[in-house]
């Protein structure tokens, strides 16, 4: 047997697909070209269901799909999380390499799709002979998608509340914030009141590298302290969140024990002690 023959009789190949036909079609090529397991998956929940049990050396994944499409899944897939509700099994295995099945070539989605972390893309309609020779290549050249020592970058702030500062720049930052993390698989948690910000942003490296300093020259806030930039192997928090942090009881324990006053004040925080502030806000946020 080829050295070919035989990567590919020793490959499994996941198919994400919610168009019955489509999915059929490319588990046949991908039989007919030699590899050994084919897994057929009708949306991303299920693909995480299979991933969590079984090794895949690639998945083909469609981009629009109800209710996970294409994007949120890689990016998710990236990140090592399940979707909530799903227990791993094992480490989920972030590099597998993720060729995007899209009819839509627009420079901004293939943008978006490589940032959240495909690795290539394939064009519908499917044409056999081409899709044949472009799977047979990505599984031949074993192409895993880049995984650097640490996975995240971890990026903390705190900075005071520029004068002039109204409830409209706070949306702006806000509607920001919530629309651009989550695409750029950025987690982060903005905890602010009326003087103050304390920031936490975690994603791959160059994204958040390049929304820090986008972030350090915003006027809309002063004398900026960067508290932690380091390379972390997991994430505190998921998501996007903002977090007011006004005078409620229920927080001051928080305050007093971390502020050392009885409200929020993170420039009287040791730096030591932020990241275990933050872990009990996002605990707390959580639960209520
Ligand atoms: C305290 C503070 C926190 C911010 N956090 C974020 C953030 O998490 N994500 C974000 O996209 N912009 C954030 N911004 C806004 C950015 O500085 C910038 O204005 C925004 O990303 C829009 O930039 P663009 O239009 O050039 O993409 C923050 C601004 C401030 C003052």
Redesign the pocket.
């Given at each position: 047997m080829s050295n070919h023959a035989s990567l590919l009789k020793s490959a499994s190949v996941l198919v994400v697909e919610d168009n019955e036909f489509t999915s059929r079609l490319i588990a046949t090529i991908l039989r007919r070209i030699g590899v050994g397991t084919v897994y057929e998956a009708s949306s991303a929940l299920s693909a995480f269901n299979i991933l969590n049990l079984s090794p895949v050396s690639l998945i083909v994944c469609d981009l629009e799909m109800e209710p996970m499409g294409g994007l949120t899944f890689v990016t998710l897939l990236r990140s090592g999380r399940l979707p909530e509700g799903m227990t791993a099994n094992g480490r989920l295995d972030t590099g597998i390499p993720v060729a995007i099945l899209t009819a839509h070539t627009a420079p901004d989605i293939v943008k978006r799709a490589r940032d959240a972390g495909a690795t290539a893309f394939l064009t519908k309609p499917i044409n056999p002979a081409l899709l044949q020779k472009r799977l047979t290549a990505l599984l031949c050249e074993g192409t895993r998608h880049p995984s650097p020592d640490n996975e995240f970058l971890r990026v903390v702030?705190r900075?005071e509340v520029a004068p002039g500062v109204t409830k409209e720049h706070i949306k702006?930052?806000m509607a920001?914030?919530q629309?651009?993390?989550p695409a750029r698989n950025?987690s982060?948690v903005?905890c602010?009141n009326t003087t103050h910000?304390l920031?936490i942003?975690e994603g791959p490296h160059r994204v958040v590298d390049a929304?820090y300093t986008?972030?350090l020259?915003?006027t809309?806030?002063r004398n900026v302290q960067t508290v932690i930039k380091e390379g972390v192997e997991s994430r505190l928090c998921d998501g996007?969140s903002m977090v007011f942090l006004g005078n409620e009881p229920s927080m001051i324990d928080l305050y007093r024990c971390y502020c050392g006053c009885d409200h929020f004040a993170p420039d009287g925080m040791e730096a030591s002690h932020i990241m275990e502030f933050l872990t009990k806000v996002v605990a707390r946020f959580r639960k209520s």
């Open positions: 702030f900075s702006s930052i920001a914030s629309a651009k993390n950025i982060s903005l602010f910000f920031e942003l929304l986008k972030i020259t915003d809309r806030h996007w």
